[in-house]
Structure formats: structure tokens, C-alpha cells
């Protein structure tokens, strides 16, 4: 299988699957998958198929909300993509690490992911998507909300335009959070967004995304509450 299609099976589907267990809500199966698969391709002394894995888990260790490991990954993975000319894994390790640089409130990392978006559409414009999503995701925590709204609308028109809707809900759940932070006033937008999040996310059986709108739909009733 490497010499015919330059990876190896168990860890390209390896990879899949911890990301699969991680939108249908089970974290520790899609930890424990992506550490073994990420072991499977250490054993290989394969570079591609290293390099695979480590970008594959550093953008799941983001969605797990883990920056530290995202950080560790991800500082390989661009390594090793440097060292071999691995573009796309080079690409997927900057856009792990712009997120966990604004995760911690530097902008430097909008900037990142953002100068990634252009690179992974011309590398591979079918999974610009996802990139769009964590930049969007990277501009609500450094309240750049006016672009966030930009950004998802951009990404929505992606997905629709690509009939691929697996982060529509997400980035509904996105949309809401950014009219929060444009202004309290949005609420009924907001509240409006993150119905249809939760809708969408039910359908699909995306638990890990039910629970990000019913957090931020607590935060939202929070915020109301105290007035600001």
C-alpha cells in the first residue's frame, strides 16, 4: 500500500476515525485511536505517514480544547513537513498552531490560520472548509466578531457550494456567538442560530457539537441575565 499509494491504510483511517468519535461526542475513544494510530506511524519510520497522523492529531487536540498537545503536534508536524516538503501537513500544522495562538489570545494566530486558508485552497480546495471553520472559530475567542460573520458566511457558502454540511452546525453555533458579541441586542439572532445549530447537530448525531451549542446557549442566558 505505500509503494502503490504513498501512505499506509491504518493510519489514514485511523486518523478518520478519531476525528469521526470525536463529532459523534466519544473524546477519549478519538484520544485513544489517534495516539495509537500516531504510534502505528512512528513504527512505520514512513515520513508521509507520520506526518499524517501528527497533523491529524493536532487539529483533533484542538477540538478537544487540549492547546498544549495541539501545540506539541503540530510543532512536529511543521517540522517534519519542512524537512521533506510536505505541503499540505506543513499547512495543517500552521493552522493547528494559528488556533492554539488564539485560543491564548494572540492575534498573531488569526493571522496564521488566515494566510493558511489561501495556501490550502490552492493546494487542495476541498478541505478549505474545515480551515475556514477554525478560522472563524480563532476570530470569536479574539472578539474579531464582524469578521467572524464574514468569515462563516464565506465558509457556509463553501459547504453549500461543495454540499458537504458536516461543520454547518458548528458554524451556526459560531454565527450566534459572534451577533453576542457584536451586540446584546442580536440575542433574537442569536438565539435563532443556535436553534438551528441544535437541530442540525441532533440530526447527525454530532453530540460533541450539541454540547458546544448548549454551552454557548448557557453563556448567552448568562450574559442576558447580568445585563451586558
Not at 505541503?87 to 494559528?98: C, D, E, K
Not at 456567538?177 to 442569536?190: K, R, S, V
Request: net charge neutral; charged share 20%.
Amino acid at each position: 500500500h505505500l509503494a502503490d499509494f504513498g501512505e499506509d491504510l491504518r493510519v489514514t483511517a485511523g486518523s478518520y476515525l478519531s476525528w469521526t468519535l470525536e463529532f459523534l461526542g466519544s473524546p477519549e475513544s478519538a484520544e485513544r485511536v489517534s495516539t495509537e494510530t500516531l504510534a502505528t506511524a512512528r513504527r512505520l519510520k514512513h515520513p508521509f505517514s507520520l506526518g499524517y497522523a501528527l497533523t491529524f492529531g493536532a487539529l483533533l487536540q484542538c477540538r478537544l480544547q487540549q492547546p498544549k498537545r495541539a501545540r506539541a503536534l503540530a510543532a512536529e508536524a511543521i517540522r517534519l513537513a519542512d524537512g521533506h516538503g510536505f505541503h499540505l501537513w506543513g499547512i495543517g500544522g500552521r493552522v493547528a498552531r494559528g488556533w492554539v495562538n488564539a485560543a491564548q489570545g494572540q492575534l498573531s494566530g488569526v493571522s496564521e490560520i488566515s494566510q493558511c486558508v489561501d495556501a490550502i485552497n490552492a493546494a487542495m480546495s476541498g478541505v478549505t472548509l474545515r480551515v475556514l471553520t477554525m478560522l472563524a472559530d480563532a476570530q470569536v475567542r479574539t472578539r474579531q466578531f464582524d469578521e467572524a460573520d464574514e468569515t462563516i458566511r464565506r465558509a457556509l457558502s463553501t459547504g453549500k457550494a461543495l454540499d458537504d454540511h458536516h461543520l454547518e452546525a458548528e458554524l451556526l453555533c459560531l454565527r450566534g456567538q459572534a451577533l453576542l458579541g457584536q451586540w446584546l441586542g442580536n440575542t433574537p439572532a442569536a438565539t435563532k442560530s443556535f436553534e438551528r445549530a441544535l437541530t442540525i447537530s441532533s440530526q447527525q448525531q454530532a453530540t460533541s457539537i450539541v454540547r458546544q451549542v448548549q454551552l454557548a446557549q448557557v453563556a448567552m442566558m448568562t450574559k442576558a441575565s447580568h445585563g451586558f
